[in-house]
């Protein structure tokens, strides 16, 4: 005994229902590839831009409401966080942890914050910031979810001067560079991120090479193109190169920390040396970072 | 769905899409986050039907890619997809069963990431997929289905379940 579908009419409400349903889905599907072409074809002077610039601006006063509520519950998610790490490290974060729990009686939330903002005001109008830039200050709103991406979005933009490709920091390092710029805010492509790039040199030895994502990995760089005939020691600290050729120069300032040397390897196959480095920037506790403004560009 | 649950629905999409750009993506754990829009889209799938999911799944997706300045259109696409599967899933083959909201959210956050990674890879992203789908995806799973009911009860106190039955197909009997 065999059974067969009976065909179901498009003029009958059951196959209308269906019609209807595919019509749906279809027309979002559609709309939703036009606008990843516009958006992707058309870059950052696209048709969508202004769109998108608009729209952000309308969603941020919410996005900052919401940081606002969140924060204590991302503080208190980043203190239980780095104590897990702590107990699967034994004696010296031993230390860390009692030290953590103390801050947890003492909590409070606010004075952590204004710390934070402090220690970049500090550096700010300190020696270490790089020359012929103004500090913008900018507080983190938010990360796009994702695998691929390592962003954050911050709410300063071109409201507040600041431009495509202008680089971030804190007082502890360099933390990426600006992809997209909104009247309101920005997005943040963190040195983590598997496009970034940066120049670096180990500033004890002068050696010089690209830093880059350790692919697999989180927060973890390499710093690549380093030749074999350097003499890279554990604990170098490396900084951004920050070249000039002719008109042309690089992205990030000259002289920013990004971090030291972890490890590093070489065999006799590698054209280079595998160099690795632990970030000052602690990535996932972010709350307040500087854009890098050109002094000479008028805001 | 009348104006008042429209608005309902609109209200918790809106709330999941900001918790998630805010405060859901910056807690990772052994490195992967939950995605609470996603779930969230899926229960509205399940408790409203294909096309709602749809629809939803779509503004939420829009939501974020206009607040974080992501490529127009990625999220939206992955969110269209995963709210109609889960409400054409429930219409059909679903229905009845008491664990569907578990069931849904984990099947659709593994064809979501893999989908992501496909997408990323047309898109010229420089996708390490290993990482994608071995370090970050099993996490991501179980914090999702971890959120998937407790989701799905908030999201069906503000939206109520529609009758989502479809009749089964009709078949003749062929000696």
Redesign the interface.
């Known amino acids: 005994?065999?059974?067969?579908?009976?065909p179901?009419s498009p003029l009958s409400p059951?196959g209308a229902g269906a019609l209807?349903?595919r019509l749906?889905?279809g027309a979002?599907?559609l709309?939703?590839?036009?606008?990843?072409?516009?958006?992707?074809r058309s870059g950052d002077d696209g048709p969508?831009t202004g769109v998108?610039s608009v729209?952000?601006s309308v969603?941020?006063p919410?996005?900052v409401g919401?940081?606002r509520i969140?924060q204590p519950?991302?503080d208190g998610?980043g203190w239980a966080?780095s104590l897990l790490d702590a107990r699967s490290e034994a004696e010296r974060l031993r230390a860390e942890n009692r030290e953590l729990r103390q801050r947890v009686i003492q909590s409070d939330f606010a004075r952590q914050e204004n710390e934070s903002l402090r220690r970049l005001f500090e550096y700010a109008d300190g020696p270490r910031f790089p020359e012929d830039f103004d500090p913008v200050g900018a507080e983190v709103?938010?990360?796009?979810?994702?695998?691929?991406?390592r962003?954050i979005?911050i709410a300063a933009g071109i409201d507040d001067g600041v431009r495509l490709e202008d680089a971030v920091v804190t007082a502890d390092g360099l933390v990426g560079i600006v992809t997209?710029?909104?009247n309101g805010?920005?997005?943040v492509q963190l040195l983590t991120d598997?496009?970034a790039a940066v120049s670096a040199i180990d500033l004890r030895t002068g050696a010089t090479g690209i830093v880059l994502h350790a692919?697999?990995t989180?927060e973890t760089l390499v710093l690549d193109g380093v030749r074999k005939q350097d003499v890279i020691r554990k604990g170098d600290e490396i900084v951004t190169a920050g070249w000039r050729a002719g008109s042309l120069s690089s992205l990030y300032p000259k002289g920013i920390p990004i971090g030291e040397v972890t490890s590093f390897s070489q065999t006799d196959t590698d054209l280079f040396q595998q160099v690795q480095i632990e970030p000052y920037v602690d990535f996932?506790a972010l709350d307040a970072v500087i854009v890098l403004r050109p002094s000479e560009r008028p805001q | 769905m009348n104006a008042a649950e429209g608005l309902r629905a609109s209200a918790v999409l809106f709330v999941a899409a900001m918790l998630q750009v805010v405060i859901v993506s910056s807690l990772v754990v052994v490195g992967g986050a939950p995605d609470l829009l996603l779930v969230t889209v899926v229960a509205l799938g399940l408790l409203r039907g294909s096309v709602a999911g749809a629809v939803f799944g779509f503004a939420a997706g829009l939501i974020v890619d206009l607040l974080t300045l992501e490529t127009l259109g990625v999220t939206s696409l992955v969110l269209t997809l995963a709210g109609f599967w889960a409400g054409r899933w429930i219409e059909t083959t679903g229905r009845g069963r008491r664990l569907a909201p578990v069931i849904a959210v984990g099947v659709i956050t593994v064809l979501a990431g893999a989908f992501a990674v496909v997408l990323g890879y047309m898109l010229e992203e420089d996708v390490a997929v290993r990482h994608a789908l071995v370090t970050v995806l099993p996490p991501t799973l179980l914090a999702n289905l971890v959120l998937a009911y407790p989701v799905y009860v908030v999201v069906r106190s503000a939206v109520h379940e529609r009758d989502v039955l479809e009749p089964a197909p009709e078949v003749e009997v062929l000696v």
């Open positions: 005994m065999t059974v067969r579908r009976i179901v059951r209807r349903r749906a889905v979002l599907v709309a939703s590839l036009v606008l990843i072409t516009l958006t992707y969508l998108q729209g952000a969603l941020r919410f996005a919401f940081e969140a519950f991302r998610y966080d709103i938010g990360r796009p979810p994702g695998v691929f991406t962003a979005l997209r710029v909104a805010s920005a997005r598997q496009d692919r697999g989180r996932g």
